[in-house]
């Protein structure tokens, strides 16, 4: 689920989306807890549209 987040977030540093997919991968549970917390902090109100 972080995994598909962070793929349709739009970061306002690209390069925080690299970071935060490595994160979750090599730790999924805390990774993704930390991710969801702070978030909102470090993405844009737009999303992707597919």
């Not at 995994?3 to 690299?18: A, G, M, P, Q, V």
């Not at 970071?19 to 993405?43: C, D, E, H, R």
């Amino acid at each position: 689920m972080a995994l598909i987040d962070i793929y349709k977030s739009h970061f306002k540093n690209e390069n925080f989306r690299i970071i935060w997919f490595i994160a979750v991968i090599i730790f999924p549970i805390l990774g993704s807890i930390i991710y969801f917390q702070f978030k909102n902090k470090m993405t844009t109100k737009q999303r992707r549209k597919f």
